[in-house]
């Protein structure tokens, strides 16, 4: 709030601003008395301290809450200034509308919408009130006259009749001499005196006879006054479909204001002669346009609050219009300016309408060239330097627009995208590399964007790249194949990133598995500005000198895998056996792409699944499977298995065969050895039957370690060696029962040797 001395003017006069408090408000009304079906404005006057008057300028206009109350809405109702939009919480200034004859009390409260600004603006910590009365008077007819009404006319005015018939005779009766009536130009004009009064009659003509009229008769009169101009009326109303679309003035709307005046009584004035001055207090928000008429054009430059002052020369002949004006949409700040709406060539802004009922399936963005605009989501691509524009529309007419400048970029930015090199062993893959335009930029993309609006602009063509990605290689070999063979190299809009990049499909896959080196990205713009380049590290995908197959068997269990690679690559590497109890990888100690492939020895292969190894790079992710093709065994088969088991129960049988038929050993202690003579040179076994009840090996007596042999010796006798089991196991094939049993026989090579022998075995 403010308090001047002197009027605020331009130039290097001065004037003394005074910021203080408010102490006290006043309801103002024109007049106290006042017919049915007439309008009056309603101010709040605030004072301070001293009683000093308190301009409420736009500052803290949007902190004061003004509540306003009828007595009896029966009677009379608020008419806001600007029809339907206006609040009553944010005006200080408003219109009533009488309706019946009879008496309301008007009250209004000052308050604000922080408990610290209420201590700053008002000087106590409640709100302020102020109330007036207002009397609407009963009207009086005359009955007796049809068709009779009164034509107010102000100071110095001039009022033109028309539509009148022509055989109709005006005739103006007036005992004063400052209203005057021109019969031919059919205009009443007054002069400087305030009051004045007169009877215009009009008469028909009747018939014409010789020029001259035989008789007329009177059809209608007017009584006409001439009265001081009382009060100064503002009404604007907005149509009822734009009106409940917005909760203020939308900035760029053309909102027509009709300037009236009026009597003590609320009457309107037909005719009078003012000249009207409009300022407000910040002339870059508003603009007005009067064309001589007392229509106005209210055009809202900025968002914010404001006041439109209507000065008529004096005091009592002036009329406020708080003005709230906001845009139809919201307008995202950028990383160039946050204080202003200053976009680069390439930003793409996704606008938010205000409006309350918005119906998103219908068209209501619109611009001017420089620019693409998605009309269905309200999504805009700069594309060319300068002020640009922004409409809104309702029903194809334009009701708000925004206006914003647009820069060329001063620098252009690459980065590193989702890898961190380029791959080609999968055809179709992209990559993508972010790209902003602006060295002060960190994103291109302003506003609350969502998918599915940017998934419709890229549709219909609303985002289109304007720059162009370059890749090539760092070295440079005649050799080398050309880089549009192996890649596509593209600028779009990612919608993954939600960012401007240059995308990289791989086409087709070389043998490059030993190709080592990089690539150059780089943007060009037609701006002549250049971006940065980006060394991308360039990743070739390995080959194997191998078939997709591998063959082993018990016969063939070993195989190899030969992987070709760049030399980097070696801790990348790994293979994966799908079945390690069955096929054993080790690594070369030579080579380090060399994999030993084994199978494993008594390994079973009558597993069912498919047997393969994995060959992974995990930096890449390139994945290549080699199965493995194990021949079986006779005994994994089926039909081997039934064999195998027939055999064993045969020989199983044959064991217990044996051992139930085998007859006992007799000793040599209690029974005479039984001597069969040899008739050939074959040498000659010693049997002796084994005793009734236990072998001798068993005996208390004869008692021996099962690791050390059991010797059975007699005099001039071969020795016979026993072994026990755990002996003969340990033993070579040399050393087998079948030996043993070879060294139980007695060779004799002498008839007369053989003779004494067991001519001594007998004795003894």
């Not at 919480?89 to 509308?97: A, G, H, S």
């Not at 080196?517 to 060394?535: A, C, G, H, K, M």
């Not at 030969?562 to 690559?569: A, V």
Request: net charge neutral; glycine share 4%; charged share 20%.
């Amino acid at each position: 709030m403010y308090f001047c001395f002197q009027s605020i003017v331009y130039g290097e006069d001065t004037c003394l601003i005074h910021v203080v408090q408010i102490h006290s408000i006043r309801l103002h009304i024109p007049t106290t008395q006042i017919l049915p079906n007439k309008y009056v404005p309603l101010t709040v006057l605030s004072y301070d301290r001293e009683k000093n008057p308190i301009i409420i300028t736009d500052v803290f206009l949007h902190s004061l809450i003004f509540t306003w109350s009828l007595s009896n809405t029966h009677l009379a109702q608020f008419r806001p200034i600007i029809g339907n939009i206006s609040s009553y919480t944010r005006t200080f200034v408003t219109n009533i509308e009488t309706l019946r004859t009879g008496r309301i009390n008007i009250d209004v409260r000052l308050s604000t919408n922080s408990k610290n600004l209420n201590k700053l603006l008002l000087k106590t910590s409640h709100e302020l009130s102020s109330s007036i009365e207002l009397n609407i008077l009963e009207q009086f007819y005359l009955n007796q006259f049809d068709e009779t009404r009164t034509i107010l006319i102000g100071p110095n005015s001039r009022l033109n009749l028309f539509h009148i018939p022509n055989d109709i005779i005006l005739e103006l009766s007036s005992p004063s001499k400052n209203i005057h009536l021109d019969k031919n130009t059919k205009i009443i004009h007054t002069d400087q005196n305030l009051d004045g009064e007169a009877i215009l009659y009009m008469k028909y003509g009747g018939i014409k006879q010789e020029k001259k009229i035989i008789s007329s008769s009177i059809v209608g009169a007017y009584l006409i006054q001439v009265k001081p101009i009382h009060y100064i009326l503002l009404q604007s109303y907005l149509p009822q479909e734009t009106s409940s679309l917005f909760s203020s003035i939308p900035v760029d709307y053309k909102l027509p204001l009709s300037v009236s005046y009026h009597d003590e009584l609320g009457r309107r004035f037909d005719a009078a002669s003012i000249s009207l001055r409009t300022f407000s207090y910040r002339g870059d928000m508003i603009s007005t346009n009067s064309n001589n008429t007392q229509i106005y054009e209210i055009i809202p430059l900025k968002n914010g609050s404001n006041i439109l002052v209507v000065d008529g020369g004096s005091e009592y002949l002036r009329a406020y219009l708080p003005v709230q004006a906001n845009s139809g949409f919201h307008l995202p700040k950028s990383s160039i300016s946050p204080l202003k709406q200053v976009y680069y060539i390439g930003d793409i802004v996704c606008f938010e309408s205000n409006l309350n009922n918005d119906e998103k399936n219908k068209d209501r963005w619109s611009s001017d060239d420089g620019m693409y605009v998605d009309s269905k989501h309200g999504i805009g691509q700069m594309i060319m330097e300068g002020e640009r524009h922004l409409h809104l529309k309702i029903d194809g007419q334009t009701i708000t627009s925004e206006r914003f400048n647009v820069q060329t970029p001063n620098e252009i930015k690459l980065f590193k995208g989702t890898n961190d090199f380029l791959y080609d062993g999968e055809e179709g893959k992209s990559s993508s590399y972010p790209v902003i335009f602006g060295a002060d930029s960190t994103t291109n993309l302003h506003g609350s964007c969502y998918r599915e609006g940017l998934e419709h602009a890229q549709s219909i063509g609303t985002l289109r790249p304007i720059f162009e990605c370059h890749l090539d290689f760092v070295k440079s070999k005649l050799n080398y194949p050309k880089i549009s063979t192996l890649f596509k190299t593209q600028p779009i809009f990612d919608l993954d990133l939600m960012s401007w990049a240059c995308q990289i499909i791989c086409k087709s896959s070389h043998d490059l598995s030993t190709f080592d080196d990089s690539f150059r990205l780089i943007v060009q713009t037609p701006y002549q500005i250049n971006s940065n380049e980006l060394i991308i590290p360039y990743q070739p995908a390995f080959k194997l000198s191998s078939s997709s197959s591998i063959y082993l068997s018990e016969e063939h269990p070993y195989n190899s895998i030969q992987i070709s690679t760049l030399p980097t690559n070696e801790k990348y590497i790994q293979l994966i056996s799908s079945d390690p109890s069955i096929i054993r990888i080790t690594k070369n100690s030579t080579d380090p792409f060399l994999y030993n492939i084994e199978l494993r020895h008594g390994a079973k292969t009558n597993n069912q699944e498919q047997i393969y190894i994995d060959i992974k790079n995990i930096l890449t992710g390139q994945n290549q499977r080699v199965n493995i093709k194990v021949q079986k065994r006779f005994i994994d088969n089926p039909i081997g298995r039934i064999l195998a088991s027939l055999l064993l129960c045969a020989s199983l049988a044959l064991i217990i065969y044996g051992l139930a038929n085998r007859k006992p050993f007799i000793s040599s202690s209690t029974t005479t050895p039984i001597i069969t003579k040899q008739i050939s040179s074959t040498p000659r076994v010693l049997q002796s039957p084994p005793t009734p009840k236990r072998h001798l090996l068993f005996d208390d007596h004869h008692l021996s370690s099962f690791d050390s042999p059991t010797t059975i010796q007699h005099y001039d006798q071969p020795v016979v060696r026993l072994y026990s089991a755990q002996d003969l196991r340990s033993r070579s094939i040399g050393n087998s029962p079948r030996s043993a049993m070879s060294n139980m026989t007695l060779p004799t090579t002498d008839e007369r040797d053989l003779q004494t022998r067991l001519q001594r075995l007998y004795n003894q």
